[in-house]
């Protein structure tokens, strides 16, 4: 709910009836919730449970939710955590307690937020879904068959030996300029997230599949001009109003691909093949910081969750050399 100023909504009672005093002030701002951003009822009695449950804990130590500062409400979320309680619930009550104070202090209820600077749990981080080399061969020779005509065939191949070759983001590969990939350049520079430009080395395989890819495309973009049009500035052009291949096509289309190699097209999306490339690349030794430079990563940590496709190889090192593994 984005800050606003105060209103001329007049504070909550204040004791002797503490506790009475924060119900009211859930209410008004359940009710605010509901009449500014239109929440859901479910939401509503989620936000009033949660928020109604800190009150409680905060009452048995002599606190309210007006008066409580950071280091009780730090107290508190300590609390669910050491009654085993599930992370997401701990991080969807610290949502409700930072919504709540953050409008009591716009309303001048209280003079500060003592939420504003408190780190939740957060959610579990989920493992990236991935594919086997073998799946990944498969899919690349699935790629260069797939289509009606060889310019389809060119483009399609072109796609995934890049995709596989760099592990860009989707929408990082159909927005790719054709004046990147031209003279056979062995490092391709990629425009990321916030703007952020680095770059990538292009194996022998892609910049063999840019070259094949590039003479349909520039035969047909001459054919496009010749008839008056205006030509496109993409790798991968499309009639759609951006000029280029849509995200929605390539997801398609990977889809496709994947039916025709014998893989469940669940499985297979672009994000499975930028996934493929990471893991793929540390499971044969790459250097973590090196991936996340090559993925555009801006926190090593959003890297370090590719660790997990070590763990089986790990684990077959230590059967294999430990002497007590070994039975001796």
């Keep these: 709910m984005a800050a606003r100023a105060p209103s001329q909504t007049p504070p ?19 009710d605010a919730i509901a009449a500014e951003s239109g929440a859901a009822r479910n939401t509503l009695l989620a936000y009033g449970r949660d928020l109604r449950h800190a009150a409680e804990w905060l009452a048995t130590r002599g606190e309210t939710l007006l008066s409580a500062d950071r280091t009780e409400m730090e107290g508190y979320l300590i609390a669910l955590e050491t009654e085993g309680m599930a992370r997401a619930t701990r991080a969807r009550r610290l949502s409700a307690l930072k919504q709540f104070c953050r409008f009591a202090h716009d309303e ?53 030996e890049l995709l596989y070759a760099t592990g860009l983001r989707v929408s990082e590969m159909v927005s790719l300029p054709d004046a990147a990939l031209r003279g056979a350049p062995e490092m391709l520079m990629v425009r990321g997230k916030g703007g952020k430009d680095r770059m990538v080395p292009l194996s022998d395989p892609a910049r063999a599949a840019v070259a094949v890819w590039l003479a349909h495309r520039d035969r047909a973009e001459a054919a496009v001009k010749a008839a008056g049009k205006p030509g496109s500035k993409f790798l991968f052009p ?8 849509t995200r929605m096509r390539f997801h398609g289309l990977v889809k496709e691909i994947a039916t025709r190699a014998g893989i469940d097209p669940g499985r297979a999306s672009p994000h499975v093949l930028r996934h493929a490339f990471a893991t793929h690349l540390l499971a044969g030794g790459a250097d973590l910081r090196v991936i996340q430079l090559l993925l555009g990563h801006a ?13 089986e190889r790990l684990r077959s090192l230590v059967m294999a050399h430990h002497p007590l593994a070994r039975g001796i």
């Design 108 to 160: 001048g209820w209280r003079p500060d937020n003592p939420t504003l600077r408190i780190d939740g749990p957060g959610r579990a981080q989920r493992l990236p879904g991935t594919l086997s080399e073998d799946e990944v061969r498969r899919l690349l020779d699935a790629a260069r068959d797939h289509g009606p005509d060889a310019a389809t065939r060119a483009r399609n191949a072109c796609l995934f």
């Design 12 to 30: 909550p009672d204040t004791p002797p009836n503490a506790h009475n005093s924060d119900l009211r002030a859930v209410g008004t701002f359940l």
């Design 299 to 311: 926190d090593l940590s959003s890297t370090e969750i590719y660790t997990h496709v070590l763990d």
């Design 238 to 245: 499309a009639r759609g109003a951006a000029g280029h291949m």
